[in-house]
């Protein structure tokens, strides 16, 4: 049985490897030149303890479910995880009445140790806190991730566990045959399929279009800051303000490689793929965060970025089967807590095809030899956090490019970078390394190590210098070799000469 | 009568001197705070001239270009023209800082000289 | 663990003067550690001339001026580990390096001498709204490409920021045959040599936009356009000046920071304007026996008076080692007043000995014609040069001569007045 996931965002590959548990064909379409090019590289990258949804609500539900199921997943799939906790802030009485109610909400959920803490407490957990800070509602359960590795991650186990991800290559139709799924039309042609997951995040209500199911998503544009390593211990936890009415308001949090993140503010668009920054923005962030932390500094930016929710207008997720056509799963909607639920979700959708596979007489069998782990890569900032860099020695023994740092901010060395393209989903752009060895992600971004990564990239890849791109085909680096513009000119001006 | 206006580069003041020409002779010069101003824009008008430097491509060298000037200032009007003829070159590495590249270059008698060393790879 | 009586971090002009002259002055056991493959730093990148007209009296370009030092680098048998890249130091002096042929190099050192220059300043720095395509690169990072790795990074080309590294790299690419079609400066004047300004974009009819800045970035994949707006006298954007300009290039030379990493993992202390340690006159940081000197210090723009200030750290650190420095009683802190917004050093700490004078270098803040700059004591004028003209694009060198420091001193002042009685401001 071929089942074809649309969209390699952190939920199409979830599925995909719960689905590369079975015996059968995954394939996985993306349209852009790597997985984790959608919402799943720019978001708050937290693992929400679940107090916030209604638990009648299937977001509620599949939030409280997965939560605790990240540390054992971040082990096995080489993930940075960290359960830090976090406060949702008060400053007035009403606040904390709001704060009780959520306290409640959450325990009705089944967190039970949620806990309202005074503001003594709060200043020796959080000394920058807003001296007006009078009450919080601490999570324990609440982490941070790198939602962008977790993506990759989970893709790279499934290629591992025999799924296919197939780059570059978008759905534009589909096709069924009495009333059933048999196929996706592609800008690489057709692929037959007996069953189609629709986990396109921003368009997934495009592909339900094509099977006449109708779902409006209403984009939410969300700008981000992210600071500086040098002001990565401005705060501990994951801060929240009294939420507003669209979203969770201005966040203030610690991100797992030691950076501070900022935002995200809350506009609708139009356009789902606008994705750009403003001035504006900006000074509505550090407005808000500073709200919490005032000393968030105004020099320290070190990038900037932004992502769109998904919103339908019911304000909760759906995973179900297509009302009109056989064979089409549509998971739409997939905002705030969507990073957060994917265990459940993927092992939701999991079970739906186990239902309709088992209805349409396919037998899943469940692999013997399915590899629950990815492979544990070396980084050498790994061992620099955990003060043993002695033992890097035996890694540069074994192979020199270990040796030899290529990004001077946040020390990757060649080998890190080789890793990263040699990987199940292969880096193919600067971005993709960027996200997989963290290479042009420090103070400089990509000022030093731009050239060089250009090279690497060029000589693995066997390709032409002139191809290599930032993210994927028509956002090449370079334009020419040197002295190709004036050749060509003089060629052009002798061509008009004798003509 | 033409007023040519050239500004001295001889410190960072940078004064606008105009140079006024009647048929090929200056008969005036002003703006200039200082004798070095004078004697700039004088050159300047009769005579302006540039170092060039750029590159020049490099086969089996430890890098792909090797860098290169005139060894000595050539007419200003000529620089966009040297460079399509440097833009032709190609050399072969090992060269030594200071080897000639490309002799006598659009006939000004000037050489293109290397400005570094380029191992061979 | 090896021990070493130098180690000098960084290979360009800095590093490599301040390692011969404390061979010079016959130091024998010195390393220098170098992350790049070549020495000499970012010269070998800069091709254009414009070097060591103060220095060696004589106009070179980037690499020839660092061909120099190199020659005699190797002529002294001074060790140079290239394609080193150091990644920690601590307060102890234990350096820890990192290369392909060695692994995790661990060496201790009596002596540090930083030189590890600095870095460009990005987007992020001066925060442009907008997209984020392919096509936006500092500068520097395009003059790497363009002279050293033999490719040109764009066609249509828009340059944000007037300084030296701005306009050089304006003709570098308008030669490459490249379109350049505008650089932009904020400020009301170019930081860059007017010499820059004339050759580099006035031959090429290259238009200059001052008081203009980069509003919105715009391209999906690759740039397609940026608005460019002007801004008034306080940097506020005056409404109803956007306009687009297409471009698939934008060059971003605004401004260098020193690349302080390493002097931070020894807890140094940061000076405010110059990004760079706090030094005394022998570019001695506050802690004893660690120098730094060149761009790592502060910003220069000429690299003759990095190789003059690399000789004073190599001096002193071979003086340090030979025991032959003595404490002053209370050390002089040297305090910029009007118009000036740094000096190096911040202060005098050792007894002169032989020396005759030190050298101060300092920035001003604004434009100056006809200036005094002057150093006092007790708000007395001890001495003055005259100045025709001061910018904030050029760093000021003078003497402070050792004659004039009095035991007792505890603080000298540097201020830039207007000279009085005399004309001021350009015709
Ligand atoms: C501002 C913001 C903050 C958030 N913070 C959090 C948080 O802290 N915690 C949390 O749990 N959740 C958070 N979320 C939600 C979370 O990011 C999303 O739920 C999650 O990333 C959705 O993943 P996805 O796979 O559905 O979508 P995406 O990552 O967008 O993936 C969809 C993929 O489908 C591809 N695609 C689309 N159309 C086609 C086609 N026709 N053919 C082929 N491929 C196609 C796209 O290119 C894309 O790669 C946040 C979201 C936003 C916007
Ligand atoms: C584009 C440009 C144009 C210029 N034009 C002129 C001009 O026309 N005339 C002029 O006089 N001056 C010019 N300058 C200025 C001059 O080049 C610099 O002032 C000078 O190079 C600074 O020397 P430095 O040794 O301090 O730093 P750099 O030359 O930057 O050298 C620092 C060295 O340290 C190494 N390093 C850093 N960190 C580490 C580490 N952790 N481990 C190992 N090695 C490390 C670096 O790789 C580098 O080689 C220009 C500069 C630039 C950038
Ligand atoms: S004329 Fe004299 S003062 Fe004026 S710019 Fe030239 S050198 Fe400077």
Redesign the pocket.
């Known amino acids: 049985m071929r089942i074809i996931i649309i969209g390699a965002g952190v939920i199409g590959t979830a599925i995909a490897r719960e689905l590369s548990r079975y015996e059968t064909d995954v394939v996985l379409l993306e349209k852009t030149a790597d997985v984790a090019n959608g919402t799943s590289k720019a978001n708050s990258g937290i693992i929400h303890a679940g107090y916030n949804a209604d638990f009648n609500t299937l977001k509620g539900k599949l939030n409280v479910k997965s939560n605790p199921v990240f540390d054992k997943l971040c082990a096995d799939l080489k993930v940075p995880f960290k359960r830090i906790g976090s406060f949702v802030v008060g400053f007035n009485e009403q606040d904390l009445k709001e704060l009780k109610k959520k306290k409640e909400n959450g325990e009705k959920n089944g967190l039970n140790n949620l806990e309202i803490i005074g503001r003594k407490q709060l200043i020796s957990q959080e000394p920058n806190i807003n001296k007006n800070a009078k009450y919080a509602l601490y999570a324990p359960e609440a982490a941070i991730i790198s939602p962008y590795e977790l993506t990759i991650a989970y893709a790279d186990n499934a290629v591992i566990n025999g799924a296919q991800v197939v780059l570059n290559t978008e759905v534009y139709d589909l096709y069924f045959e009495d009333g059933k799924i048999s196929g996706v039309k592609t800008n690489q042609g057709e692929i037959k399929a007996d069953l189609v997951i629709n986990a396109a995040g921003l368009y997934s209500d495009k592909i339900a279009g094509m099977a006449n199911d109708e779902f409006k998503i209403n984009p939410r544009k969300g700008e981000y800051h992210l600071f500086d390593k040098e002001y990565g211990d401005i705060v501990n936890h994951i801060l929240f303000p009294m939420p507003a009415k669209n979203s969770k308001g201005i966040l203030v949090l610690p991100t797992v490689h030691g950076n501070i993140l900022i935002g995200p503010n809350a506009y609708d668009t139009n356009d789902k793929d606008e994705l750009s920054t403003t001035n504006k923005g900006l000074d509505e962030i550090l407005k808000g965060a500073r709200r919490l932390i005032p000393e968030i500094p105004e020099k320290g930016i070190i990038t900037s970025f932004s992502g769109l929710r998904a919103a339908l207008d019911s304000g909760d997720f759906h995973i179900d089967f297509s009302k009109n056509k056989g064979g089409l799963i549509n998971i739409i909607g997939i905002q705030s807590p969507g990073l957060s639920s994917t265990p459940a979700i993927s092992e939701m959708v999991v079970q739906m095809v186990k239902d309709y596979s088992n209805s349409e007489k396919y037998n899943l069998k469940l692999k013997k030899d399915f590899k629950q782990e990815n492979p544990k890569l070396p980084h050498y900032y790994e061992y620099e956090e955990k003060e043993k860099v002695d033992e890097w020695q035996k890694i540069v023994k074994e192979n020199e490019d270990y040796g030899e740092i290529i990004c001077r901010c946040e020390h990757v060395s060649r080998g890190e970078i080789i890793d990263a393209i040699n990987s199940p989903v292969p880096a193919q752009t600067i971005d993709g390394i960027k996200r997989r060895t963290r290479a042009s992600s420090g103070r400089c971004q990509a000022g030093f190590c731009g050239p060089r990564l250009l090279k690497i990239l060029s000589d693995q890849l066997d390709i032409d210098p002139l191809q290599v791109s930032k993210k994927g085909s028509g956002s090449q680096i370079l334009k020419a070799r040197s002295k190709q513009l004036i050749l060509e000119k003089t060629k052009q001006d002798k061509k008009a000469g004798d003509q | 009568m033409e007023e040519h206006d050239i500004?001295?580069?001889?410190?960072?003041?940078?004064?606008r001197?105009t140079v006024t020409v009647e048929k090929d002779e200056i008969t005036d010069i002003k703006?200039?705070?200082?004798?070095?101003?004078?004697e700039?824009a004088i050159n300047e008008y009769k005579n302006p001239t540039r170092i060039l430097p750029t590159t020049v491509r490099v086969k089996e060298g430890e890098f792909p270009l090797v860098p290169v000037k005139t060894a000595k200032p050539i007419p200003k009007s000529l620089l966009l023209e040297a460079m399509k003829v440097i833009a032709e070159k190609e050399v072969i590495a090992p060269i030594k800082i200071g080897d000639t590249v490309i002799e006598n270059i659009l006939d000004t008698s000037v050489n293109i000289v290397a400005t570094r060393n380029i191992e061979k790879k | 663990m090896k021990n070493y009586k130098i180690i000098v971090i960084g290979a360009g002009p800095a590093g490599l003067a301040a390692a011969l002259q404390a061979s010079k002055d016959g130091i024998d056991d010195i390393l220098v550690l170098e992350r790049d493959k070549y020495m000499g730093g970012i010269l070998p990148q800069c091709i254009h001339n414009g070097f060591g007209l103060e220095y060696f009296d004589q106009e070179l370009t980037g690499p020839e001026y660092a061909d120099k030092f190199i020659k005699d680098i190797d002529k002294n048998n001074i060790k140079v580990l290239t394609e080193t890249m150091v990644l920690n130091i601590n307060q102890d002096k234990i350096i820890t390096a990192l290369n392909k042929s060695n692994g995790v190099l661990k060496m201790k050192a009596n002596t540090i001498i930083l030189a590890m220059g600095c870095r460009e300043r990005t987007r992020e720095n001066i925060q442009i709204p907008g997209d984020r395509p392919a096509g936006i690169l500092s500068a520097g990072t395009a003059q790497r490409y363009t002279n050293i790795e033999g490719f040109i990074p764009g066609k249509e080309v828009i340059i944000l920021g007037s300084g030296d590294i701005g306009l050089i790299m304006a003709r570098r690419m308008k030669l490459e045959g490249a379109n350049v079609k505008a650089v932009l400066e904020i400020m009301p004047f170019s930081s860059g040599l007017?010499r820059n300004k004339v050759q580099c974009l006035d031959d090429f009819d290259i238009p200059l936009k001052l008081k203009h800045t980069i509003t919105r970035i715009e391209g999906k994949k690759r740039l397609k356009r940026v608005e460019i707006s002007k801004v008034d006298k306080d940097f506020n954007l005056v409404e109803g000046t956007q306009k687009w300009i297409d471009c698939d290039t934008l060059l971003l030379s605004v401004g260098l920071i020193p690349e302080n990493e390493l002097s931070k993992a020894m807890n140094l202390k940061l000076h405010p304007v110059t990004g760079g340690v706090y030094v005394n006159e022998n570019r001695e940081t506050e802690l004893k026996g660690v120098y730094a000197c060149g761009n790592v210090l502060h910003v220069h723009d000429l690299v003759d008076w990095v190789s003059e200030e690399a000789e004073i750290a190599g001096r002193s650190a071979a003086e340090y080692l030979n025991g032959n420095q003595e404490k002053r009683n209370q050390p002089i802190k040297i305090t910029p007043e009007k118009n000036v917004t740094y000096t190096v050093p911040q202060k005098i700490e050792y007894k002169f000995k032989d020396k005759k004078f030190i050298k101060i270098f300092l920035r001003v803040e604004k434009p100056m014609e006809n200036v005094k700059i002057v150093f006092s004591h007790n708000e007395k004028s001890i001495l003055s040069y005259d100045k025709?003209?001061v910018m904030p694009g050029e760093m000021v060198t003078v003497n402070l001569p050792a004659a004039l420091i009095k035991n007792d001193m505890e603080e000298i002042k540097l201020s830039i007045v207007e000279k009085v009685g005399e004309k001021n401001g350009r015709t």
């Open positions: 500004i001295c580069t001889g410190c960072p003041k940078g004064c001197v703006g200039f705070e200082c004798p070095t101003g004078k700039y | 007017v025709k003209i």
